[in-house]
């Protein structure tokens, strides 16, 4: 189900006649092929039903030498198993992995935001996400078999004065948890054939 929470959420923020507001599946978008010059998914591409589905579909929309940029769970560093490992004095000194090679379709995972306020979280029943885990492989050649080349990525770190003050953040000088891409459309003339 996607969530017409974000895009109302999105409305209320910014109402504007400039700014067309849509619901529908990043599967099957509402929109002529080649329309647009920019294309961007925060957080949500790992959350679809097909990853390697859904980049043929925003490159189909893509102009050529548009660009994409996103942002995902960190394939290598955040699967299906994530966990930090802290030493006696609560520092953090590495990061658990485990479940890199399942790629499971619709598992259902059960979290809640570890650095939220407990106020935020009592009586809160944690979220329940269907996940898509796919290897750093698997999206790395999804994206050339879209005919989307990689410019550019980032594995975002917190320095080392927002990670001692955030405690949801030291993690992250250890291993990233998430990574984003930007990927330019290849000219037509160099797009691959769809695969069968
Ligand atoms: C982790 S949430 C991220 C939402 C938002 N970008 C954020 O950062 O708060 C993943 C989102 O992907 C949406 N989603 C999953 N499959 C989708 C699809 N086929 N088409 C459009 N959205 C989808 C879900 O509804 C959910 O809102």
Redesign the pocket.
């Known amino acids: 189900?996607?969530?017409a929470?974000?895009v109302q959420a999105a409305r209320d923020y910014e109402p504007s006649d400039a700014i067309r507001y849509l619901q529908?599946?990043?599967?099957?978008l509402p929109f002529a092929s080649e329309s647009f010059d920019f294309v961007t998914?925060?957080?949500?591409?790992?959350?679809?039903?097909g990853p390697e589905t859904?980049l043929p579909e925003v490159a189909r929309v893509l102009k050529p030498g548009g660009f994409l940029q996103f942002s995902i769970l960190h394939p290598c560093f955040s699967p299906l198993h994530r966990r930090l490992v802290r030493d006696e004095s609560g520092r953090p000194v590495a990061i658990e992995v485990a479940r890199y090679f399942d790629r499971v379709n619709g598992e259902i995972e059960r979290w809640i935001f570890n650095a939220a306020p407990p106020e935020a979280k009592a009586g809160l029943d944690p979220f329940q996400?269907?996940r898509f885990h796919r290897t750093l492989a698997d999206w790395l050649n999804a994206l050339t078999d879209s005919g989307l080349s990689v410019e550019r990525c980032v594995e975002p770190t917190a320095d080392e004065e927002t990670a001692a003050r955030v405690r949801g953040l030291d993690d992250t000088r250890i291993a990233p948890n998430f990574i984003l891409f930007r990927c330019r459309r290849l000219p037509t003339s160099k797009m691959p054939s769809p695969r069968s």
């Open positions: 189900m996607f969530a929470t974000f529908a599946s990043a599967l099957n998914a925060f957080m949500s591409l790992m959350d679809v039903a859904v996400t269907p």
